[in-house]
């Protein structure tokens, strides 16, 4: 099965912006970080590292980010950054603003490679898909869950496969390409054990995503799109 790989946008759309944004270097020593999920017109970050911020811009994870030096890790931001709140927002809508931001106010400048790499094929499995489509009137995905004895359990609502397969990459440690053709979004629970064990009486994550979501994982090389950093700089004054 060939992997088709749509690479992601690497200009912004026209208009794709925050009204008013303020950003402040965090000097307060402190470890713990939020990125937010937009509400009410308001995005907020707090104590943030600037490498964490670009790849929540992409929807990336650190391999897929090249260049990037090395003081972005330890570079922390506030962000407060105001849109309209009648604008009907998305997870691709808010990912342009954050670029759009970086560019401005982190001089930033980036192209887009692409480099094989072993990865996962997000499929359907034979016997179709075991999906509902979402009711929910929320303006963004939202992912609740927690851990169990020797299982964990994540409860999507409103999640596209792209965003599943963002999860998953993370589970399986290595990149998944979502290729289910599946472009609506869903509501859906997956419990997996992390570890298998003897005691453990949950499936593997492979085995979960059949049996419960009617998709499989499939063993592929593919290229995977890599955003290199040409240029980064500090934040400019508000």
């Given amino acids: 099965m060939r992997v088709y790989l749509t690479f992601l946008l690497a200009g912004l759309l ?4 925050f009204d008013t944004a303020s950003i402040k270097a965090n000097v307060s020593g402190s470890e713990h970080s939020e990125i937010n999920d937009p509400k009410g017109g308001r995005l907020t970050v707090v104590n943030a590292t600037l490498s964490s911020i670009v790849r929540n811009a992409w929807n990336l994870r650190s391999f897929q980010v090249d260049r990037l030096p090395g003081w972005a890790d330890t570079a922390r931001y506030d962000i407060d950054a105001r849109f309209d709140p009648s604008l009907e927002m998305n997870e691709d809508r ?3 603003m954050l670029q759009a931001l970086l560019a401005e106010r982190f001089a930033m400048k980036t192209h887009w490679i692409a480099r094989e790499m072993p990865i ?8 179709g898909m075991k999906l ?11 992912i609740s869950g927690g851990a169990g004895a020797g299982s964990e359990t994540l409860v999507f609502t409103k999640a596209s496969m792209k965003l599943l397969a963002f999860y998953l990459g993370s589970q399986v440690e290595r990149p998944v390409v ?32 059949q049996d419960q979501l009617g998709l499989q994982l499939e063993a592929q090389k593919g290229p995977v799109p890599v955003l290199v950093v040409d240029q980064l700089k500090p934040a400019s004054p508000n």
């Fill in 178 to 209: 979502d290729v289910t053709g599946l472009n609506g979004v869903y509501d859906f629970q997956l419990t997996w054990a992390p570890n298998e064990t003897v005691e453990s009486k949950a499936p593997s994550i492979f085995r979960a995503l």
């Fill in 132 to 142: 509902t489509a979402s009711t929910s009137v929320s303006p963004q995905p939202i």
């Fill in 14 to 17: 026209a208009g794709a912006t």
């Fill in 120 to 127: 996962y094929a997000l499929a359907t499995a034979r016997g």
């Fill in 94 to 96: 808010i990912e342009e």
